[in-house]
Structure formats: structure tokens, C-alpha cells
């Protein structure tokens, strides 16, 4: 199976993936093959990808960082959350809780495995997804540095409520897709307080779980919000969650841009370590990203281009690819090459769709 872009895909093609909404209900089926009519509907829900078969990879299987089941089970308890806070109801600790153990548990048992976050979501769903995505990485990160698993914990909850205070900003600024005005964006910097009272207020939740929602913006040479902290003075749960916050951002669609491949975000995450980022923890973060994720079309210096199929973990940037095409031409079979041992090729380009 391979990911691809819904304005690049054709009619006909065979789901490989199930589509689930933020209320884990199932739109279209593993299987389904796809008229325009879905493809044009799916376009309308904010879908911009899907999972499909198309006879090239098909025995591939995509690396779940995290399983389908607690992906979904994440984002319907943030929709709740979500749903109780406007409504001025106290939100359910018990239940994230159980989410945040339940991610914990999955990355453990995948603990070898690079990352490689395979989910489809829609425009809507961002906000959701966003935070599930943010907490993995962030997971990720705290287990590379070798964190107990009470700390693991207590990581996990203010990173998956992180962006909780954006439910105290219209919707009609948080979901403009249109540039932010600075009257708008003086706005939506105010979620990082707003989070951090919810949290703080709630006695299930430490206020080094509550600062994550209030830090996560802070950078490290003193030129994030909202208090324009430096270096140590930020908390490392918040330095943490801030390099997985702005990787899922570029690396998924908006509504306003379309995401970065992986080794573009890659790119941009090492121009600002030291000065946005810390650099210990990125340097943690960097060795578990699948720079070019099973499915991504790649060219090679030798005119050939195929899809990657697997990682090698002693060296993120030299997969596993199988080779279809050399220049326009397809190959006259496919060839299987392990960049690992074949020093005179490397990937020169990324290929869309």
C-alpha cells in the first residue's frame, strides 16, 4: 500500500486503509474502490490523502507508530474534551489519562520502530490529530531519554492538552484560512494562558503537565511567547513538545499550505537548533524519523525512481527502494536496491505523486 495525494490519485483506485472522522466513525471501508463522487466528497470533508493499492507495493505493510484503535480512541476523547470545556463542564482527567497510558503502551511495544505517522485526517480534524500526533512524538522523545514511565506520564498528559486553550478562541480565527491579521494572531497567542488555567485549576493535572500548555511556544534563544523564555528556563516537557509541535505542522496539510515532505521539515528543524530548538533533544528526536517514509517515490543519481519499502535504522537516509522507472520508462521488472550497501547511489529527489 502507499499514501497518496486525493488531487493526484485516479479513478478506480482500491482503498488499502479504512477513513474514520474525529468520531471513529467509518466513512469508507478498507476495499473500496474509488469513483469520483468519493473522491470529490472526501475532497469536501478536508481530506487531502488516502491509502490505496495499486499493484506496486501492495505487500508492503505501513509501520503503525501507533495503532488505528488508540489513534481513534485519542481523537473522540479530545473531541469530547473539547466539547465539555465550551460547555463549561469539567473535563474528564480520567479518561485522557487512560489515552495517554494507552499511546505509552503502544510505543513501547514499538520501541525499535522509526516514526512514521501514517494517519489521514481532514482539515477539521486538525486541531485532534494534531495533539495525538504532538503527544507520539513527544513520547518518542522522553523515551529516548530515558524517562520513567511515571514521567512518561505526566509528559504525555500536558502534551496531548497542549493546544486546550484554543477552545477559548473563536473558531472563525482558528480556522481562517486566510494570514492572521496581528490583531487575530495577538488573539490566538492567548491559548497558551487559557490552556495553562484550565489545566492548572484541575488537581489531577501537575503543574509541570499544566506548563506545557503555556511553554510550548517558547524558544530558545528567548523569541517565542508568551514570555519570551530562554534556554533552561523553559521546561524541559515544553522544549520537548515544542520540536513535535512544529515537525506534525509542517508535516501535515493546512488549510492554508500544503505539508512538507519529511526530509524538507527535517531540513528546517536542524537550521534552527540551538536557536529555536534545544539541541540535545533534537539530536534525540532526529534518529528515530524515517526520513523517507514507506510509500514516498524517490529518485535515485541514476536516473531510476521507485517507491521505498523499509527503513534502515543505522541510516535514515539510506532505504530500502524498489525501482520501477529509469528517466520516463518503466523498468523492464522491478529491482529491489538497499541504499545501505550501494554507495554510489543516493536519493537526489523526492518525487509527488
Not at 300 to 318: A, E, F, K, M
Request: proline share 4%.
Amino acid at each position: 500500500m502507499r499514501k497518496i495525494d486525493l488531487e493526484h490519485i485516479e479513478i478506480s483506485s482500491k482503498l488499502a486503509r479504512p477513513i474514520y472522522n474525529s468520531k471513529s466513525q467509518m466513512l469508507l471501508g478498507q476495499g473500496t474502490i474509488l469513483t469520483s463522487k468519493f473522491i470529490e466528497r472526501l475532497k469536501v470533508l478536508g481530506y487531502t490523502s488516502v491509502y490505496i493499492d495499486d499493484g506496486l507495493i501492495d505487500d508492503v505493510t505501513i509501520d503503525e507508530t501507533i495503532s488505528e484503535e488508540t489513534r481513534l480512541q485519542a481523537v473522540n476523547c479530545l473531541r469530547v474534551v473539547n466539547e465539555e470545556i465550551q460547555n463549561r463542564k469539567p473535563f474528564n482527567v480520567s479518561l485522557v489519562k487512560k489515552v495517554v497510558s494507552d499511546i505509552i503502551d503502544d510505543l513501547i511495544a514499538s520501541r525499535e520502530m522509526m516514526l512514521n505517522l501514517s494517519d489521514i485526517r481532514s482539515y477539521d480534524d486538525y486541531t485532534f490529530n494534531h495533539s495525538v500526533n504532538v503527544t507520539v512524538i513527544s513520547v518518542m522523545i522522553g523515551m529516548s531519554l530515558h524517562y520513567t514511565q511515571n514521567r512518561l506520564h505526566d509528559l504525555g498528559l500536558g502534551v496531548i492538552l497542549h493546544d486546550i486553550g484554543k477552545t477559548q478562541i473563536p473558531l472563525e480565527i482558528i480556522n481562517k484560512p486566510a494570514k492572521l491579521t496581528d490583531d487575530e494572531y495577538a488573539v490566538v497567542k492567548k491559548h497558551t494562558w487559557h490552556g495553562f488555567e484550565l489545566l492548572r485549576s484541575n488537581p489531577e493535572i501537575k503543574i509541570t503537565s499544566a506548563h506545557v500548555a503555556l511553554q510550548h511556544h517558547e524558544r530558545c534563544d528567548g523569541s517565542g511567547y508568551p514570555r519570551n523564555l530562554q534556554g533552561e528556563d523553559i521546561l524541559e516537557f515544553a522544549r520537548i513538545s515544542a520540536i513535535a509541535d512544529v515537525y506534525d505542522a509542517l508535516t501535515n496539510d493546512r488549510c492554508y499550505r500544503k505539508k512538507l515532505p519529511v526530509h524538507k521539515a527535517y531540513e528546517i528543524l536542524l537550521e534552527n537548533s540551538g536557536s529555536h530548538f534545544d539541541n540535545y533533544i533534537l539530536d534525540r528526536f532526529i534518529q528515530k524519523i524515517a526520513l523517507y517514509p514507506q510509500g514516498t517515490k524517490v529518485m535515485l543519481n541514476d536516473g531510476r525512481s521507485g517507491l521505498v519499502i523499509s527503513q534502515n535504522h543505522i541510516s535514515p537516509t539510506r532505504p530500502m527502494v524498489r525501482l520501477f522507472w529509469h528517466r520516463d520508462k518503466e523498468l523492464p521488472k522491478p529491482v529491489e536496491v538497499n541504499l545501505l550497501y550501494e554507495p554510489a547511489l543516493a536519493i537526489t529527489d523526492v518525487i509527488s505523486n
